[in-house]
C-alpha cells in the first residue's frame, strides 16, 4: 500500500471549536507517527433495507461494509497501525478502545445513536474520537458534542494534513472541507481490513453527487450537483483486487445515481462488460439510477451486456402535483409507469423507493401509491413517510414556514415527519400503516414478486454469483425450514416456489433471483407488518389525545 501523500491544507478551511461557544472546548496534545487506530462503524437499528430476517438464513452477518471508512483507512499514514470493528456483528469491548490512540467513527444518520455510545465510551476510558462521514456532515454541532474532532465534507484531499496535525499536536475540534475532491485520486480502499466472509456484497463507488434538485435530497447539499467520477481503470482497480482476494458475490456500484453522467457510465459498463469476458464474469452488479435511465436504450444494453442484475428507482410518488412540488422534475418528463416496465423489458429488475407526506398529498395517495406499485409489478418496494434532513431544500423551507420540528428523533422513513404536515398526521400515519399492510400481506407480495419475473426479459450475458454448491444447500435447507415449516406464510412460501420451479428451473438467471425474493419474504413481511402495527399504534395513540383535548 503506497504511502498517503502528505497534503497541505489548502482546500482545507479549519473551524476551531471557539467559534461554537456553547460545544465543549478542549486542547488537543500530539498523538505520535505512530498511531493505533480503531476504525468503527455503529450498528445499523433495524430497517427496511437492513435484510435481518434474510440475514437470519445466511452465514453472512451484515449487507455491506463501511465503504468510507475502509477508504479513508487508505488515506492514513502508512506508519499507522488500523484496525476495523463493524459493530453488525463485532464486540466492542472497553479493552479495544483502550487499545487505540485514535478512535475514527463513520456515520450516517440512522446510526447516530449507537455512534454516541462509542464516543462516551472511548471517552469513558481516555481514547480521542474522530466522527465524520453524512451524520457529520449535515449535524457536526450536533456531533461535536459527543466527538473529539468532528470533519464535515469529503476526506480524500484533506485527510493527510489532518493526520499530521492529529501527530503533531495541531489538531482542531472541527474541519470543514468545502472542495469537492478530485475523484480522480480517491485510494482504492482497504478491502483486505474487511472480514469479507460476513458480508453478502462487496460495495465500490465509481461517482459522487446527482445532477438533479430534488427538494427532500441531502445527497446534492453534501456531494454535489456535480457528477465527479472515477476513471474506468480505477474501478477495475478495485474490481481486480477484490478477485484477488477471492470475491465472488454480488458487487453493489454505491453511487446515488449511477447515470448524473450518463456518458461516462455508459463507458465504463462498455469495459466492465470487457474485464468480465475476460475474467468468467466474477461478479454480478446492482446499482442506484434515476428513471431517465429508460431513456437510454445504449447504456441499459451495456449494464446488462456487464452483468448487472438490478437497479433501483427513486420513484417516489405517482402524483404529478407531489413531484412538481418537490422538484424532482426527471420524473415528469415520461409516465413513469411506461419508463419502468422499459428498464424491466431492458434486462434489469427494479426495485424502488416511494414517499408519501408531501403538501398536496390527499387521502387517495395510499390506494394510489399501492396501484402503482402493483401494477408496476415492483416487489421490493419501500414506503416511506417525507422527511426532511438537515442541509436539504425542504429543511429549509420547512424552518421558514415555521413547521420544522427541530427536537424530532426521527431516523428512518417510518418515523413520523419532522416538520408539520398539511395531511393530518394520524391519517398520514394510518394510511401508510394501511398500505406497507396491503404490500406485504404474504398473497399480494408473492404475486407481485413472480409478476416481476415474468416480466423481466433477461439476456444470455446475465450470469448470477458462482456460490459452491455446499452455500447454495446450506441456504436452502435454511429455508425450507425457517420458511417452509415454521413461518406464518408458509402456504404463500411453498406456492411461489412451486411456481418458480415449474417455471424456471432451467433460467439461471431467473431461477437466481426468485430464490432471492422467496428469502426476502422473510424480512419484507415481517419487518412491514411491525411497521403497521406501530404506526396504527401510534394513530391510535394520537386520535385519543386529540379526542381528550376536545372534550
Not at 419475473?453 to 458462482?466: G, V
Amino acid at each position: 500500500m503506497p504511502p498517503a501523500p502528505r497534503a497541505s491544507l489548502a482546500t482545507l478551511t479549519v473551524l476551531p471549536s471557539q467559534q461554537s461557544p456553547q460545544l465543549r472546548q478542549a486542547t488537543f496534545p500530539p498523538l505520535g507517527s505512530n498511531l493505533k487506530v480503531l476504525l468503527v462503524w455503529p450498528r445499523f437499528p433495524p430497517s427496511f433495507w437492513g435484510f435481518e430476517g434474510v440475514l437470519e438464513m445466511l452465514p453472512e452477518a451484515a449487507m455491506t461494509p463501511p465503504l468510507g471508512l475502509i477508504t479513508v483507512a487508505a488515506l492514513c499514514p502508512p506508519e499507522w497501525t488500523l484496525r476495523l470493528l463493524d459493530h453488525a456483528f463485532d464486540e466492542i469491548r472497553d479493552d479495544d478502545l483502550r487499545w487505540a490512540d485514535l478512535v475514527l467513527i463513520s456515520a450516517m444518520h440512522a446510526q447516530r445513536a449507537d455512534a454516541v455510545d462509542v464516543c462516551r465510551r472511548a471517552r469513558a476510558v481516555g481514547t480521542r474520537t474522530f466522527v465524520g462521514g453524512p451524520w457529520a456532515s449535515s449535524d457536526p454541532d450536533a456531533v461535536q458534542l459527543e466527538a473529539d474532532h468532528v470533519m464535515v465534507g469529503e476526506a480524500e484531499e484533506a485527510f493527510a494534513a489532518i493526520a499530521l496535525a492529529l501527530e503533531q499536536g495541531t489538531a482542531q475540534a472541527l474541519y470543514r472541507v468545502d472542495d469537492k475532491p478530485d475523484m480522480s485520486r480517491s485510494p482504492i480502499p482497504r478491502f483486505d481490513l474487511l472480514r469479507r466472509n460476513m458480508y453478502t456484497s462487496m460495495p465500490v463507488q465509481f461517482s459522487r453527487g446527482c445532477p438533479f434538485q430534488c427538494e427532500f435530497c441531502d445527497i446534492i447539499t453534501i456531494y454535489g450537483r456535480k457528477p465527479r467520477l472515477k476513471s474506468s481503470a480505477q474501478l477495475i482497480a478495485e474490481l481486480d483486487l477484490l478477485r484477488t482476494l477471492g470475491w465472488r458475490n454480488e458487487v453493489f456500484i454505491v453511487d446515488d445515481n449511477f447515470i448524473g453522467n450518463s456518458k461516462h457510465a455508459l463507458q465504463l459498463a462498455i469495459d466492465l462488460a470487457a474485464w468480465g469476458d475476460k475474467h468468467k464474469r466474477p461478479f454480478s452488479f446492482y446499482t442506484e439510477a434515476s428513471i431517465d435511465l429508460a431513456d437510454r436504450p445504449e447504456l441499459m444494453a451495456a449494464m446488462v451486456e456487464a452483468n448487472f442484475m438490478y437497479v433501483f428507482i427513486g420513484i417516489e410518488s405517482p402524483s404529478a402535483d407531489a413531484l412538481k412540488e418537490s422538484k424532482k422534475f426527471q420524473n415528469l418528463r415520461k409516465d413513469s409507469l411506461q419508463q419502468v416496465r422499459v428498464i424491466q423489458e431492458s434486462g434489469l429488475w427494479v426495485l424502488a423507493g416511494f414517499i408519501v407526506g408531501f403538501d398536496s398529498d390527499d387521502e387517495t395517495i395510499f390506494e394510489r401509491q399501492r396501484e402503482f406499485i402493483e401494477r408496476a409489478s415492483i416487489a421490493w418496494a419501500m414506503a416511506g413517510m417525507l422527511q426532511a434532513p438537515p442541509t436539504t431544500a425542504l429543511h429549509a423551507r420547512m424552518k421558514r414556514e415555521g413547521r420544522l420540528n427541530e427536537a424530532s428523533l426521527a431516523i428512518t422513513n417510518f418515523s413520523a415527519p419532522n416538520f408539520e404536515t398539511v395531511l393530518p398526521l394520524p391519517l398520514l400515519l394510518g394510511g401508510l400503516s394501511k398500505l406497507l399492510f396491503w404490500l406485504y400481506e404474504p398473497k399480494a407480495f408473492f404475486d407481485r414478486a413472480f409478476r416481476s419475473l415474468e416480466i423481466w426479459r433477461t439476456r444470455p450475458t446475465q450470469k448470477p454469483p458462482a456460490l459452491p454448491l455446499s452455500y447454495n444447500l446450506r441456504l436452502l435447507a435454511a429455508s425450507m425450514w425457517t420458511q417452509g415449516v415454521r413461518s406464518s406464510y408458509r402456504r404463500a412460501y411453498w406456492e411461489f416456489l412451486w411456481n418458480l420451479i415449474r417455471k424456471y428451473a432451467f433460467d439461471e438467471t431467473r431461477m437466481w433471483m426468485g430464490v432471492m425474493i422467496l428469502l426476502s419474504a422473510h424480512h419484507f413481511l415481517i419487518y412491514a407488518r411491525e411497521v403497521a402495527d406501530e404506526l396504527e399504534q401510534e394513530c391510535r395513540a394520537l386520535k385519543t389525545q386529540t379526542a381528550a383535548v376536545l372534550a
